[in-house]
């Protein structure tokens, strides 16, 4: 079965320094990886997708992530961190052996401080 | 404007007393499913369907009900809601072709069941 796991729960960056959210998944297959971002009280924002191009994947908003099939990694980076960035942000990986479903981590909350 | 529409966003309701939660889009997407966001539990899938009359369980059914009767509309029922089914729930819809392409969010619907 898939699983995502997203190793911190709480992240906390000072503004202008780099961003790490990381992402470990379990998949049996070639997955479709995702990175969602929620704002507080909004619904769910793509920023950027892995579907077996390119292993380093640009996003929106200065964010990317880099596939590691070798270590089932896929982590979310930032260079410069800014305030708007504070948000929830989920790891997905979309299940194609058969079930057809999205799974996801349970979520990092990326605090910025000024 | 592409999107995902759903309806009510706010709902307070009774023990018993039966709900929908529409869900709407229109991009013609043959994927849609529906998911209940809770503290620490991240986002988890209730039900999801692959087109018109093909619905399948996700990982948290119990206690809800769907139908696909047309593309573009994916209802959520809840026939008997208890207060375990307070969450957030966000409806989502997706292209399909040879994968599953990135999901397309409601703006969520938050859900009180005293």
């Known amino acids: 079965a898939q699983s995502v796991t997203q190793l911190d729960s709480h992240v906390s960056v000072s503004e202008g320094t780099p961003v790490l959210l990381r992402c470990n998944y379990s998949?049996?297959?070639?997955?479709?990886l995702f990175w969602y971002v929620q704002h507080p009280n909004k619904g769910l924002q793509l920023l950027l997708k892995y579907t077996s191009a390119a292993t380093l994947v640009k996003g929106i908003n200065g964010f990317e992530a880099e596939f590691k099939k070798s270590e089932t990694s896929f982590h979310l980076t930032k260079p410069s961190a800014h305030m708007s960035d504070a948000a929830e942000y989920f790891c997905?990986?979309?299940?194609?052996?058969?079930?057809?479903?999205?799974?996801f981590g349970t979520g990092t909350r990326l605090k910025v401080l000024a | 404007e592409a999107q995902v529409t759903q309806n009510p966003r706010y709902l307070i309701t009774v023990t018993g007393k039966k709900l929908t939660v529409t869900c709407s889009q229109n991009m013609n997407h043959e994927y849609m499913s529906w998911y209940r966001q809770d503290p620490g539990l991240g986002l988890r899938q209730i039900y999801y369907s692959m087109n018109v009359e093909v619905t399948d369980k996700g990982d948290v059914p119990e206690g809800y009900k769907v139908s696909r009767k047309e593309k573009r509309n994916f209802p959520l029922i809840l026939e008997s809601p208890s207060p375990n089914q307070t969450s957030l729930y966000f409806c989502?819809?997706?292209?399909?072709?040879?994968?599953?392409?990135?999901?397309?969010f409601g703006e969520g619907s938050r859900l009180t069941v005293l």
């Open positions: 989502a819809s997706s292209p399909f072709g040879r994968a599953l392409g990135e999901l397309f």
């Open positions: 997905v990986v979309s299940d194609t052996s058969g079930t057809y479903k999205y799974i």
């Open positions: 998949s049996s297959y070639s997955p479709s």
